[in-house]
């Protein structure tokens, strides 16, 4: 935490301004796994007291973005391959499979020219070195999708997961070929594209093994 400061902070919504700050850290790559979250130092820097630092590190703790060990610190969290493999990659699967199959009459040419936006952004941030710009569209690219559903379960089943792909994500982005960002989304945009569901599936399984690949990069 020597390079990174926080802001001051206004008094209005502190709590969650605070909270927001913290977390925007952790998934920007300013605090990576394992680095120790100090009460103190925070709030110093941002102007207030411990008191929304501890209520924002709970809040943290229940997002999975934060580990605390009672007597001893509090640190950003990190996943290991296993978990990633075979926790966060099937649940991606499985939401996102659910929703194509029983959605697929909304796959119409709205939003395919949303998706394609996305996919035309992601080129850019390439050009222009944006990784964290490219992590954001990679997570609204598939949150795009999922939104197709009405069933809150789907909703409420990856914003339990995206923050931890994030972090992974953020963590690993530097050792993938970012050129192959586009070309694997729009993979993905083709094989939706033809309404073939077997086709589809094996799309899904593809793309979700690439970014398996990305995200267990580091052990």
């Known amino acids: 935490m020597s390079e990174f400061t926080f802001k001051q902070q206004a008094n209005t919504s502190l709590r969650e301004k605070v909270t927001n700050d913290l977390r925007e850290a952790i998934l920007n790559g300013h605090l990576l796994p394992g680095a120790r979250i100090k009460e103190m130092d925070i709030a110093e820097q941002m102007g207030v007291s411990r008191g929304p630092i501890r209520e924002a590190i709970r809040q943290l703790e229940r997002e999975g973005l934060l580990l605390s060990y009672p007597y001893k610190e509090t640190v950003v969290a990190d996943l290991d391959a296993d978990e990633v493999q075979n926790i966060l990659m099937p649940i991606r699967f499985h939401i996102e499979w659910f929703v194509v199959k029983r959605y697929l009459g909304k796959l119409d040419e709205s939003f395919f020219a949303k998706q394609q936006v996305i996919i035309d952004e992601m080129r850019a941030a390439v050009e222009n070195g944006e990784k964290s710009r490219l992590v954001d569209l990679d997570i609204l690219f598939h949150q795009s999708i999922l939104e197709l559903a009405t069933e809150r379960t789907?909703?409420?089943?990856?914003?339990?997961?995206?923050?931890?792909?994030?972090?992974?994500?953020?963590?690993?982005i530097s050792f993938y070929n970012l050129d192959n960002m586009e070309r694997d989304h729009q993979e993905l945009m083709d094989a939706f594209l033809t309404k073939d569901l077997d086709l589809i599936q094996q799309a899904i399984l593809k793309h979700l093994d690439s970014d398996d690949n990305l995200l267990c990069f580091t052990k």
């Open 154 to 172: 789907v909703m409420l089943t990856w914003q339990s997961i995206v923050n931890q792909i994030r972090l992974h994500f953020t963590k690993n």
